[in-house]
Every structure is written in C-alpha cells, then in structure tokens.
C-alpha cells in the first residue's frame, strides 16, 4: 500500500530533521547494509571446504589438516558475518537532495561528556528559536 502524499511529506520532514540533528546517523541510515548474495556464497562455500579439511585431516590423522581445514571454516564464518565494505561516495544528503561529503573528524576529540554538553546545547538553542 503506497504512502499518501501527507504521509511521504511527514517522512521527508523527518528524514531531513535527522540529517540536520545527527549527519553521521543519517549517512549510515542510507548507506545499505545488506550484504550481496555473493559474499554469502564465497562465506559457505569457503565454510564447506573449511570442514571438509577439517574432517579430513581427522579421518587420516593429519593435524595439520584438521588445524587448516579450522582456519579456512573460522575465516569463512567471519567473513559471512562482517559488514560489507563501502563503495561509492560517502556523504550526507541535504534537504534540496545535494549530497555533501561527511565533515572529517578531528584527529583530537573532545571527551565525550564535552561532546555530548554540546549537542545538547545545540539542539536546546534550536528549538528555542
């Protein structure tokens, strides 16, 4: 059931007040996290081979087959669970649908309750307004 056009306005208002309040949460928001179907299939594939060393370095009493064949299963499996790498520009999308790079972090930070003051100060002067 499509959105009504209230409702797709309300969503837009709401999408740019996030972009405005936390640009980080925002670009990770849009950025997909979804992994392809083909890291899965590298994931058990490499985890499949990963056993199959496993069992067979039990079955002929090779240790260092059975260590291999757990090494090549463990990275498999973690491969399939990390997150997938970014491609493509980073950003944040403005209002009027510009996409504008993230700003850099600063190589010293602040600590976080400093950090924190300030957010908080700043969405207390915006409301104010």
Same mark, same amino acid.
């Given at each position: ?116 003051? $300030?957010?908080? $100060? ?8």
């Amino acid at each position: 059931m499509p959105l009504s056009e209230y409702e797709q306005r309300v969503l837009e208002q709401m999408e740019r007040q996030l972009a405005s309040d936390d640009p980080r949460l925002a670009s990770t928001m849009q950025t997909g996290g979804r992994s392809s179907a083909s890291h899965w299939v590298i994931a058990g594939i490499g985890a499949v081979v990963g056993l199959l060393a496993l069992v067979g370095g039990a079955a002929l009493s090779q240790v260092w087959l059975g260590v291999v064949g757990f090494l090549v299963m463990f990275a498999a499996v973690a491969y399939g669970f990390s997150p997938p790498r970014r491609s493509g520009p980073q950003g944040v999308v403005g209002s009027d649908g510009s996409v504008s790079r993230a700003p850099r972090r600063p190589s010293k930070r602040q600590p976080l309750m400093t950090r924190l003051e $300030e957010r908080w $100060e700043r969405r207390r002067d915006e409301r104010g307004r």
